[in-house]
């Protein structure tokens, strides 16, 4: 009797530990997919927290707390929250919201302290939360981005700003039929330049302002912090912003 003929995968599995050129066409997606939402705070973080609705004063000490409060929360909730504990409580390769639900379902602790509809509602609450997040955090950076046009051409309506960021979003909007392979492919080497240019843009500011560099001290951000818990709980909305798009890192697992 002859072997039953097992079907041939036509899409070969991926190298489990990529290198070479696959690693870095595989890092450059990334860049685009996962990395973009990240790389786009600076638009509006440091705009709201100095020159919002409730900005504060451009002074040196404040700006050491603010740097401050942004830097530790990338190193605390980006790298070692999302980087160094969630990414490695994966559903057999999957990330996001439903598939930590699912392992939490199939816990002792689940099973022993929570009703499984309780686990069910808190699952499908957390994907609200990312659903709506993806469709505000696109049109936040976009507007952002368009409205320092005013500042090269000051006489520009509002209403043409309104209109060209909506030409952006339906432009962009139209790229998501081309998967997760085709966005990657066009906005990796953007976000790639965009990295580089806010990079360079970094490293010239620190050369002119080099004291700077004392915010990675996170003294500046408990200084700042103590010395006015109002003032500093409103920036901290503002700085807030820096970290949205983490939660991409462990949602697009997979």
Not at 136 to 152: C, K, M, N, Q, R
Request: aromatic share 6%; net charge positive; glycine share 12%.
């Amino acid at each position: 009797m002859s072997a039953p003929v097992v079907p041939q995968n036509p899409h070969p599995a991926p190298p489990a530990h990529p290198r070479g050129r696959y690693l870095a066409r595989l890092s450059l997606l990334a860049l685009g997919v996962v990395y973009g939402d990240i790389g786009t705070s600076p638009l509006y973080a440091l705009q709201q927290a100095f020159h919002g609705q409730h900005g504060i004063p451009v002074t040196q000490g404040n700006v050491l707390g603010v740097l401050s409060l942004i830097f530790w929360a990338l190193i605390l909730i980006v790298t070692v929250k999302y980087h160094v504990v969630i990414i490695r409580a994966d559903n057999k390769g999957e990330g996001g919201v439903l598939a930590l639900m699912a392992m939490v379902q199939g816990s002792r602790i689940a099973r022993g302290l929570s009703p499984r509809r309780i686990m069910i509602v808190l699952g499908i609450f957390g994907a609200a939360l990312l659903y709506a997040d993806g469709a505000l955090t696109p049109a936040v950076s976009v507007l952002s981005a368009v409205e320092g046009l005013s500042i090269a051409a000051p006489t520009l309506q509002p209403r043409v700003i309104l209109a060209i960021t909506l030409a952006i979003l339906v432009a962009l909007f139209l790229f998501q039929s081309r998967g997760t392979a085709g966005i990657g492919a066009i906005f990796g080497p953007v976000m790639l330049v965009w990295f580089g240019t806010i990079a360079v843009l970094g490293l010239n500011g620190i050369l002119k302002h080099p004291a700077v560099v004392g915010a990675v001290l996170p003294t500046h951000a408990i200084r700042f912090l103590a010395e006015d818990p109002g003032r500093g709980l409103i920036v901290l909305g503002a700085v807030f912003l820096v970290v949205t798009g983490g939660e991409a890192l462990y949602a697009d697992l997979g």
